[in-house]
C-alpha cells in the first residue's frame, strides 16, 4: 500500500481519493499485486509548484466548491477536513495521502475503521480532525512498533508526517520484520 503512495508521490501526484474501496488486489503467481483506482480527485503535489484538476493535471488545489474534490468519509486528512469546514480551497500535499494511509492501515491492525459509523454519519469525524489539540488514538494498536509508525503517519500537522519514501525506509517494514496484522 505504502508502495502505491510512493509511486505516486514520486511522479509529483496527490491520490485525493485514498480509501479501501480505491484499492484493489489481483493475484500473480504466487503474489498479490495491488493497484490503485480512481483519480477524479487527484492533483499534481502542491510542492511541486504546479497544478492539476482530474486527469488534466492543472490544478494543485483542493476546490471547495468542486464536486471531484469530495471526499469519502472518514478518509480524510485534518487539513482537508479544515478546508471542507472553512469551505476554502487548499493546496495539495502528499502528506494528505500520508494521513489516510495511516487511517487505513490503522484499519487493518485494528481489525475497524478509526471513526466510527456514528461519527461518520453525522460528521462529528471533521470536527474531531479539525481540532487543534487532535492526536491519533491507537489504543487499538497493540504492537509498539506499529503504533509508534501510526502515530508518526497521523500527526495533526502534515510538517509532523514523513513522505511515502520515507516511511518505506522504516524499519518496520523491512523482510526481516514479522509484524502482521495478526499481532
Not at 480509501?19 to 480512481?38: C, L, Q
Not at 504546479?50 to 476546490?63: C, K, Q, V, Y
Amino acid at each position: 500500500l505504502l508502495e502505491i503512495g510512493s509511486s505516486l508521490s514520486k511522479a509529483g501526484v496527490v491520490w485525493g481519493d485514498v480509501k479501501p474501496g480505491n484499492i484493489v488486489s489481483f493475484k500473480e503467481v504466487v503474489t498479490i499485486r495491488y493497484k490503485a483506482i480512481d483519480f477524479d480527485s487527484s492533483r499534481r503535489d502542491g510542492g511541486a509548484g504546479a497544478t492539476l484538476h482530474g486527469p488534466t493535471f492543472i490544478s494543485n488545489e483542493f476546490l471547495a466548491g468542486d464536486s471531484t474534490t469530495m471526499v469519502t468519509p472518514g478518509y480524510v486528512s485534518p487539513e482537508r477536513a479544515t478546508a471542507i469546514q472553512n469551505k476554502r480551497n487548499i493546496t495539495a500535499d502528499s502528506r494528505q495521502d500520508v494521513f489516510v494511509m495511516g487511517l487505513i492501515i490503522y484499519q487493518l491492525f485494528a481489525k475497524k475503521p478509526y471513526f466510527t459509523p456514528k461519527q461518520i454519519e453525522n460528521e462529528s469525524y471533521l470536527q474531531i480532525l479539525i481540532s487543534d489539540d487532535f492526536k491519533a488514538n491507537l489504543e487499538a494498536i497493540k504492537h509498539k512498533n506499529v503504533k509508534k509508525f501510526l502515530q508518526e503517519m497521523l500527526a495533526r500537522q502534515p510538517s509532523s508526517r514523513n513522505k511515502f519514501d520515507q516511511i518505506l525506509k522504516k524499519n518496520i517494514f523491512n523482510a526481516s520484520s514479522s509484524i502482521s496484522t495478526s499481532n
